[in-house]
């Protein structure tokens, strides 16, 4: 992103300013489709942990779900990795070998198209239609059985309701990204690509915004970091008791 705004289209392009560029692209596609794909791994461990309460702890280790992170993220590195040096070491010599504005130029042809973009749409169609089941069976279960719940189902639902939220933030920041990616990016020289530099900053903050406002959204939904956060615009003595500050941290736990 930065390399692209140091770049002027009429100017030069050094190879190690394009190596720069495929090697930025690759990092962002690995790290958008383990986003899409981690994002649907705690829909899962949301849905069982909803739907399934009994069994949740059996099943969810914290050993099977580092298995499953660390799988994802092999098998995305792989996925985007290797098609990318294939590409590369086909163009790296031609005239073909030029500065990557948009991350999907790094893939072969057709690989996008075929394959990369598909796959993408399927992994936001499953995060949104297991989103809507988890965010229902919440409801249902709320609605059902009320406040006459142990302290663990309480801190489950919190956490179910915390991750619901933060991922249909990220995937409402992911669609325009998803968008963009699936168009052919114009010549640097031609008059429309101004118009799709531009949207391709709008989107590239759109994906960047969600991260950021999840971490101000998880201090916020916390009534330790919410009572400190009041004592700090507060003014005034600015001094917390920590046996106020325990209370409040089992009060919330609760």
């Given at each position: ?13 050094s190879k ?12 962002i596609n ?88 598909p796959l ?135």
């Open positions: 992103y930065i390399a692209a705004h140091l770049w002027s289209p009429a100017g030069p392009v190690a300013l394009i190596n720069l560029s495929w090697v930025s692209a690759c990092i690995i790290t958008f489709f383990a986003s899409l794909f981690t994002s649907l791994t705690i829909g899962v461990d949301r849905a069982i942990a909803t739907l399934k309460p009994m069994s949740y702890k059996s099943v969810m280790t914290i050993r099977s779900s580092a298995v499953i992170i660390i799988m994802i993220w092999i098998s995305i590195g792989i996925f985007c990795f290797l098609p990318v040096v294939v590409n590369w070491v086909r163009v790296s010599g031609s005239p073909h070998f030029h500065f990557i504005f948009n991350p999907t130029e790094i893939y072969p042809n057709n690989f996008t198209t075929y394959f990369g973009f993408l749409m399927t992994s936001l169609v499953c995060n949104v239609l297991l989103y809507a089941l988890v965010w229902g069976a919440y409801v249902r279960a709320v609605s059902k059985v009320g406040d006459s719940v142990s302290n663990s189902e309480r801190k489950t639902r919190r956490v179910t309701r915390l991750c619901a939220i933060t991922v249909t933030l990220a995937i409402l920041g992911w669609v325009p990204a998803l968008i963009l990616g699936a168009l052919t990016a114009p010549h640097p020289s031609s008059e429309s690509f101004a118009l799709y530099q531009f949207l391709f900053d709008i989107s590239s903050a759109f994906t960047i915004l969600p991260p950021y406002l999840n971490n101000i959204l998880y201090a916020c939904y916390q009534r330790d970091f919410r009572a400190a956060y009041i004592k700090l615009f507060k003014g005034g003595n600015n001094r917390v008791d920590p046996m106020e500050m325990s209370q409040t941290t089992r009060s919330s736990a609760k």
